[in-house]
Every structure is written in C-alpha cells, then in structure tokens.
C-alpha cells in the first residue's frame, strides 16, 4: 500500500508518497517498511537519467527506482506513460530542474 501527504514550498505543490517495501519481492528490511517520495508537478530533472522504460504505470515506476539501490528520483511522463530512472536529485542539483507539462517528478526523500 502506500500514503500520500501534500506540502506547499516555494510556490511548488509537493506530494509525498510512500511505498511499501513489503510490496516489493525480496526487499523487505527490518525496521525499514517505508521508501518516500516528494512529488513535483509538471517539473523534469535533465540530465541525470539512466534507464528509461516506456509504456508503465506510475506505481511501477515508483516501485523500479525503490529496487535500484542506485535510483535517487523519476520523471515520469503521462503521455506515452515514459519511466526515467534518475541517478540524483533535485535536492543535489537544482539548478538542473526545469518546466515540462505533463511530466511528474519523484525524488526519493523525506519531505
């Protein structure tokens, strides 16, 4: 399952969402149920991209970066349902976000 707390910070609508690694085969840890992600509207992270999946819900997505050790935050794109697994995040490079509609970005952090 998963639970969804929302916050405002600077001007941007932020979601946090968390998943249940229980959800996930073979990575349960304990004391370590939850992975979290804050959510950011129309927003895209360049140039930090890995993998990209095409075709896939947002939930797996969420649940791909959750396996990859590596996988810091997404972009996920509504339209063509595109997956882009990211190696940093907004948090470490600011200044590499930028406006995209209809894309959604996920960095895996408390929020």
């Given at each position: 399952m998963y639970s969804i707390t929302f916050r405002k910070m600077a001007n941007t609508l932020v979601f946090c969402v968390f998943l249940e690694k229980a959800l996930i085969p073979n990575q349960q840890v304990p004391g370590q149920s939850l992975t979290s992600y804050c959510r950011m509207e129309n927003t895209v992270?360049?140039?930090?991209?890995?993998?990209?999946h095409g075709g896939i819900t947002l939930r797996s997505c969420?649940?791909?970066c959750t396996e990859e050790s590596w996988c810091l935050s997404i972009n996920y794109k509504n339209s063509g349902r595109v997956c882009e697994l990211n190696d940093d995040t907004d948090v470490c490079k600011p200044n590499d976000l930028t406006d995209?509609?209809?894309?959604?970005h996920?960095?895996?952090?408390?929020c």
């Open positions: 992270l360049s140039a930090h991209t890995f993998r990209t969420l649940l791909m995209m509609d209809d894309v959604i996920y960095t895996r952090r408390e």
